[in-house]
Every structure is written in structure tokens, then in C-alpha cells.
């Protein structure tokens, strides 16, 4: 099953965890191939990737610095903020200028069945160097993965679990639980944010 990308408005800070038998691979961001020395480095979070050219960061408590975007946690170039669990997290952009996104992609440990239910549970905080915040923030499962370098806009797809509309992120202090169930429509084994 495919995680779609988590469409995140603003700076939020997103850490994914779903309940029950987690189909997630490294869902804390626990496993990867080297410390990140700064920014841009999300594909050193296995299997993580961003589907697009835009440059989610991947931030640790073992980055090495310094760098000229420092990916640190509790404290970096956001802002501060520890991991939910762990010691890791995935940081985004949900909105910049002119109509930029990034998303965050991973192949899930096993497609989902058709008509059975799932509840996806994951959480976000809003950065503190952020000026604005947002409610669009969601998950995309799909059949396939999602590519789309031409392109570091808006991606069109509909997320099956997402926060509810006007239900502004501001606090850059606390994880926000988003979570929600869904009914599969079979085959799906990623998941975008």
C-alpha cells in the first residue's frame, strides 16, 4: 500500500504511526543509511523518499554539523521541538511560495485488502520559525508510487485520512494526533503524505 504524500500546509513537522498491526516501515524514522549533515536528506530515512523534486528534511538526533540548514533534534533550523517517539522525525513544507509543496512517500510492509477497514494514525507539529499555519494536512494510499519530478507543485490526489478542514495546527509545542479510518480499495501498498 502506498502512503500518499502527507500534503502538510505551512511548516508542520509530521511523525506517522498507525494503530493496530503497523504497515509502516520505520514509522519514527529510527532506521537510516547515515546521520543527515543537513537539510534535504529524507532518503536517508529508509525507505523514506520524496516523490517530487522538492526537498523534505530528515531530522536526528545524530546529525552532524554544521551545516547551513542544521537538522538537529530537539533543536534546528525550525525551531525546537523532540521527536514524539524516538529520535528522529520527517519536516516539511505544506506551503510556499509560488504554490510549493513537499511530501513525504514510503512503500507500506503489505497492500491493504479491499473493503477492510483501517485506521491511520499520525501526528504533526507546526514549526516554530513558522509564520503560517494550516488544517489541509493528510495520507494518500494508492495501488502505485507516486513520481512526479516535473513538478514541485501541488500534487492533485484526494487523501483518504485527513485533518479536518478548519481544524488549524498552531501548536508548535505538542504533537497533534491526526487519525481517521478508511475503507481499502484493495491493492494499495503506498502511503504519500
Not at 160 to 183: C, H, M, P, R, Y
Request: charged share 15%; net charge negative; aromatic share 14%.
Amino acid at each position: 500500500m502506498k502512503f500518499n504524500s502527507v500534503i502538510l500546509f505551512s511548516c508542520l513537522l509530521l511523525f506517522l504511526k498507525s494503530e493496530g498491526q503497523n504497515l509502516v516501515p520505520n514509522p519514527s524514522f529510527e532506521l537510516f543509511t547515515s546521520c543527515p549533515t543537513d537539510g534535504a536528506q529524507l532518503s536517508l530515512a529508509i525507505p523514506w523518499f520524496s516523490p517530487t523534486l522538492n526537498t523534505p528534511d530528515f531530522c536526528h538526533a545524530c546529525y552532524v554539523g554544521p551545516s547551513a540548514l542544521p537538522v538537529d533534534v530537539p533543536s534546528n533550523y525550525f525551531g525546537y521541538q523532540f521527536a514524539r517517539t524516538g529520535s528522529g522525525y520527517a519536516d516539511l513544507a505544506t506551503f510556499a511560495t509560488p504554490n510549493v509543496r513537499e511530501y513525504i512517500e514510503v512503500k507500506l510492509i503489505d497492500s491493504l485488502i479491499q473493503d477492510r477497514s483501517y485506521c491511520v494514525t499520525f501526528y504533526v507539529s507546526n514549526a516554530d520559525s513558522c509564520r503560517l499555519a494550516t488544517s489541509r494536512i493528510g495520507a494518500y494510499f494508492s495501488t502505485d508510487s507516486i513520481y512526479n519530478y516535473n513538478t514541485g507543485l501541488v500534487l492533485n490526489y484526494l487523501p483518504q485520512v485527513e485533518n479536518l478542514f478548519g481544524n488549524i495546527i498552531t501548536d508548535a509545542i505538542n504533537w497533534t494526533k491526526i487519525s481517521g479510518v478508511f475503507t481499502a480499495g484493495g491493492g494499495k501498498i503506498y502511503d504519500d503524505r
